[in-house]
């Protein structure tokens, strides 16, 4: 099978803008939500409900949804 493992845990980076944190696998052009959390929640490290396998050439996707109310630039970095 080669190089596999499996995602168990998610932590989301706290930002006061952020409104959803989101991530993704996509395998042969199918695409499948691993978690989505509230970036509010206090940091930590929250377990999966089951394992998710990642196998060498899936790809993985994460998402982050911004409020801004305030028309400033957010920058990834």
Do not use: H
Not at 9 to 23: D, E, H
Not at 57 to 68: A, H, K, P, R, T
């Amino acid at each position: 099978m080669g190089f596999v493992f499996f995602v168990i845990l998610f932590n989301k980076i706290l930002f006061y803008l952020a409104r959803v944190n989101s991530l993704y696998r996509v395998r042969d052009g199918a695409v499948t939500q691993i978690v989505k959390g509230d970036p509010q929640w206090p940091q930590s490290f929250y377990p999966l409900s089951s394992p998710v396998e990642i196998q060498k050439d899936d790809y993985l996707i994460g998402q982050c949804v911004y409020d801004n109310d305030d028309d400033q630039i957010i920058r990834v970095g």
